[in-house]
């Protein structure tokens, strides 16, 4: 990587201009043989080995990618500001003669508590700045040389009758000659503040990203199941849209204490506006319109009590009390794959929230962190070995239906994939949990050591401090499992305890 700086101050005016390259690339060659049965390990090389059950493959990979960077800042006196940015990025991914984007970004700052009307007007507000953004930027994802045709090489065919096993050529991929960047747009707009001299502050932010010309493969003109292998197209859409904000209060209440403290909390919901689906014969499955990632399944809403209840609902041919409900999406008085719905937030929150407290007194300083997040539903299986070997939850035993224990919303002891509620069978929400938190996550305490025990061994500053991370939940939705790991079958995030010193030469 290679770069030049320019700053140049003309009175009130200040420039600065900035230039970069750098460049990427990657061959990756990949080899391996194995063989057994050698009569001595005297002889460690591949020749000396028996060819029976020898194992020999292989594979290479290469990539390239150049970019070209550009900035101009310009201000007047602080108060009016500017950035203009300007990438223009190659990469082998792409053919050559579309191989390279231009992505341009436009930042724009004004410093409104600046101004001789707001000074006289608005003074309890005594720092303001609007900003706004507009901005470009490319990814080069999906496989390599998409826009060549390429054929496949396998092993495993026999020609005439000698039995040699030969090498084949496959069919070939069909290429995509137009295959290029998938870009995304991002508009913001946002404001800075601070009231009541610097006592409060006020941060929001509101912003729209477009990303478009994502890589999917074409469905709704030729569906997959006609068998034909079609190249990805730039022909995906998804919007993303949400806000931040965060607002905070600092006080020095007197000469030897003093208060910060922070609150943020964000928003972000995105959509799949195009990805070339076809039309479904259920409306309520159609993912177009739908946040990214939603999942495909049963809606559960109970456990059968009783036989009476069974027969009294729409249910799966074999179902017994002690059973998940599904419910009849469609009300045709059956339960099948039309039953299905899509949920989302299973990709990723949508909220995340998080305050800090700084609390300062003479030579000690206490800080503590709180964070957290939204609905977030995540799977409450890693997998499915539960049955006749035991090895249930816990949660899966306690107030589980039984006949003298009916009334529940846990369903009865079940083996692996017998039953049709199975996850592995018919997945459905009764397997999804929401992990929804709220975390006391960081409390640190440190002290400050008078120089006076230090200064005449050559020490500048020395502090000591006590930590502790991960202390303990403040709330949580679920109390299966620990909601910042994916599953429970994972080590459950470590609670941490730290003494240590900060000394300074």
Not at 76 to 88: D, H, M, P, Q, T
Not at 200 to 212: D, H, T
């Amino acid at each position: 990587m290679v770069n030049a700086n320019y700053v140049k101050k003309f009175g009130d005016h200040n420039i600065s201009l900035f230039a970069g390259f750098e460049q990427y690339q990657s061959d990756w060659n990949y080899f391996y043989a194995y063989r057994k049965y050698y009569i001595s390990d005297v002889i460690q090389t591949m020749d000396a080995g028996n060819s029976k059950d020898q194992n020999i493959t292989g594979s290479a990979s290469v990539y390239a990618r150049k970019s070209y960077i550009g900035r101009a800042t310009y201000d007047y006196k602080g108060k009016y500001l500017a950035e203009f940015v300007i990438r223009a990025d190659g990469s082998l991914k792409f053919p050559t003669t579309d191989r390279w984007g231009y992505f341009p970004a436009l930042l724009l700052g004004w410093r409104a508590s600046e101004e001789d009307f707001w000074k006289s007007n608005l003074s309890f507000v005594n720092y303001f700045k609007l900003r706004g953004s507009i901005g470009m930027m490319g990814m080069d994802p999906g496989n390599p040389f998409q826009f060549m045709d390429k054929y496949g090489i396998g092993t495993g065919m026999t020609f005439g009758t000698g039995g040699a096993v030969g090498t084949v050529v496959g069919p070939p991929t069909v290429a995509n000659p137009n295959i290029t960047w998938e870009t995304q747009t991002t508009y913001n707009l946002g404001f800075e503040s601070k009231f009541a001299n610097d006592l409060f502050s006020l941060n929001g932010e509101v912003f729209y990203q477009k990303r478009e010309d994502i890589l999917v493969t074409k469905d709704a003109s030729v569906p997959n199941y006609t068998g034909l292998s079609l190249p990805q197209e730039n022909l995906g859409i998804v919007d993303n849209r949400g806000f931040e904000i965060e607002a905070g209060y600092h006080k020095a209440i007197n000469k030897d204490l003093r208060i910060d403290a922070t609150a943020n909390f964000s928003y972000n919901h995105n959509e799949i506006v195009e990805m070339d689906e076809p039309a479904k014969a259920k409306p309520w499955q159609q993912l177009t319109g739908t946040s990214y990632g939603a999942w495909l399944m049963y809606d559960a809403i109970g456990i059968y009590k009783d036989q009476a209840q069974v027969d009294a609902t729409p249910h799966v041919t074999g179902a017994k009390p002690g059973d998940v409900i599904f419910r009849d999406v469609s009300g045709d008085g059956k339960i099948d794959g039309d039953d299905r719905i899509l949920f989302d937030k299973v990709d990723a929150p949508e909220t995340f929230y998080g305050a800090t407290v700084n609390v300062n007194y003479k030579a000690f300083t206490l800080s503590v962190q709180i964070q957290g997040q939204g609905k977030f539903l995540k799977n409450s299986q890693y997998d499915n070995r539960r049955g006749e070997a035991g090895n249930y939850y816990q949660w899966q035993f306690d107030n589980r239906w039984t006949p003298t224990n009916t009334v529940t919303n846990i369903a009865r002891a079940y083996n692996r994939d017998d039953l049709y509620w199975s996850p592995d069978v018919r997945m459905s929400d009764y397997w999804l949990e929401n992990t929804a938190y709220c975390r006391l996550k960081n409390v640190v305490l440190n002290y400050v050591i008078p120089q006076k025990y230090y200064s005449k061994i050559g020490l500048a500053r020395a502090s000591v401090y006590v930590s502790g991370n991960n202390l303990g939940l403040i709330y949580s939705a679920t109390r299966k499992w620990d909601p910042e790991t994916n599953n429970p079958g994972v080590y459950p995030t470590m609670k941490t305890f730290a003494i240590g010193a900060n000394i300074t030469f």
